[in-house]
């Protein structure tokens, strides 16, 4: 195989918004990178099935845990950001640097190449618009949310953000490998990594399996970047123990109610939001596709309302959870919701419903509890340092897994300017000879 014949100055294993940033920047200075993505890379169709394959396969990408939460990560070129909303919830800044990670200039670079501005207007859902007006007669500081889309890009009436965008009207990580691979950096799909492979406590390479053969891949420079769950997955069978327990996974789940005079419920999801910090909620309206609505009712029993679509107002509430639990090998999670969490849920449902209440809405009810964003499996100031690599030299780790604390948001940006920020790093401190390394060795 041809990615497995020589050597390169960089390996990135993932292709999420910190793996495809730093493959980005390294790229464009002109140094060789090879990207190794679990998933496939076929064209976004914006289908439910394509995306059930690529984010609820059970054991791969739906996880679930002793409680019966489901959490879902994207497996596929992009990772979870090509089924994610598309929404640019601001990096925690000042939390990152207590722990000597500075990231205000790479905030306003990232904001200077990916689109960021406030959901327009035009693109808000008719249960969006219900949401927002009730929120704000209510007196919540309700605002509409900054998004990942080129707005001018999207479709009327289109509910396809988290089937993935086949407009491309939706930015997701893809676009940065799309970039690198522009600047010759190859990357291979379907490539699951299993171990870093170090030698005088140095990483100089990978072990992955690709369609059922064993290959090895050599760099001076290895970044582990395959999500909160693949990442100390991968970690612990290069000798790392103590990686993924007591993390986060941003508990959810949706409140809805019928509102008569709601007529459409296409939109963009998320398009307004409350940010509660002292409580640890948000709350969002959440344009839920139709079979993703039923299959969510259906889930709590309530056939009465599983056919109801038009006019019903979702509103999704998610709370930062406590630190707990552990991944087991094989992609298994224990964690438990805690009490504190469970009454973060219950306020977040009380918000809600008065919400929905005050905008006439009846049959209200609760969907079960999801998980999303797992991360702090890999933590900064424990297990990377500020800059994230680990103790093993040249061994560095960029995803939601190094994030230190919960903050309970959607991570994205945050991993786009830890991702620029590493690229620098490396760019800067490390001598990387891809010329004159060593053939890598097919295992």
Excluded at 216 to 235: C, D, E, K, M, N
Excluded at 367 to 379: C, E, N
Aim: with cysteine; hydrophobic share 40%; net charge neutral.
């Amino acid at each position: 195989m041809q990615g497995s014949q020589k050597s390169y100055d960089a390996i990135v294993v993932g292709s999420g918004p910190g793996g495809a940033t730093v493959a980005r920047e390294l790229s464009q200075k002109g140094k060789s990178v090879l990207v190794l993505e679990w998933g496939d890379n076929d064209p976004v169709k914006g289908t439910i099935w394509q995306m059930i394959s690529r984010a609820l396969i059970p054991f791969k990408s739906l996880l679930i845990t002793g409680q019966a939460l489901g959490m879902v990560r994207g497996i596929t070129t992009g990772g979870s950001s090509q089924v994610y909303c598309g929404t640019a919830f601001e990096p925690p800044v000042d939390m990152l640097n207590s722990y000597g990670v500075d990231i205000k200039d790479e905030v306003e670079e990232i904001r200077s190449e990916v689109p960021t501005d406030q959901l327009s207007d035009e693109l808000m859902s008719p249960a969006g618009r219900v949401f927002y007006d009730s929120a704000k007669e209510l007196g919540y500081d309700v605002n509409r949310l900054n998004k990942f889309i080129y707005q001018e890009k999207c479709e009327p009436d289109c509910q396809k953000c988290c089937y993935g965008c086949p407009t491309g009207a939706k930015w997701f990580a893809a676009n940065f490998v799309d970039d690198a691979l522009d600047k010759g950096a190859m990357m291979i799909n379907q490539a699951k990594v299993r171990k870093v492979i170090i030698k005088n406590k140095k990483a100089i390479g990978v072990e992955f399996k690709h369609k059922k053969e064993l290959y090895r891949a050599y760099a001076p420079q290895i970044v582990i970047a395959a999500g909160g769950i693949g990442s100390p997955l991968i970690l612990r069978e290069s000798g790392f123990k103590s990686v993924g327990s007591d993390f986060f996974f941003d508990p959810l789940r949706y409140t809805l109610g019928k509102v008569k005079d709601v007529k459409g419920g296409r939109g963009v999801p998320m398009s307004a939001g409350i940010h509660i910090p002292e409580d640890g909620i948000v709350m969002t309206d959440f344009n839920l596709p139709h079979l993703m609505k039923l299959a969510f009712d259906l889930e709590v029993f309530n056939f009465k309302q599983a056919f109801s679509y038009s006019n019903v107002v979702p509103i999704m509430i998610k709370v930062k959870d406590g630190l707990g639990g552990s991944i087991k090998n094989g992609s298994w999670i224990w964690k438990t919701l805690k009490s504190e969490d469970k009454k973060k849920l219950d306020k977040g449902h009380f918000h809600a419903k008065k919400i929905l209440e005050n905008a006439g809405a009846t049959n209200i009810y609760r969907s079960w509890i999801l998980a999303a964003h797992p991360g702090g499996t890999v933590k900064i100031g424990e297990h990377v340092n500020s800059d994230l690599e680990t103790e093993i030299e040249n061994l560095y780790v960029c995803d939601c897994s190094v994030i230190p604390e919960a903050w309970g948001l959607p991570p994205t940006f945050t991993l786009l300017a830890l991702g620029k920020r590493l690229g620098k790093h490396i760019l800067g401190e490390a001598k990387l000879s891809g010329a004159e390394a060593k053939e890598a060795v097919a295992g």
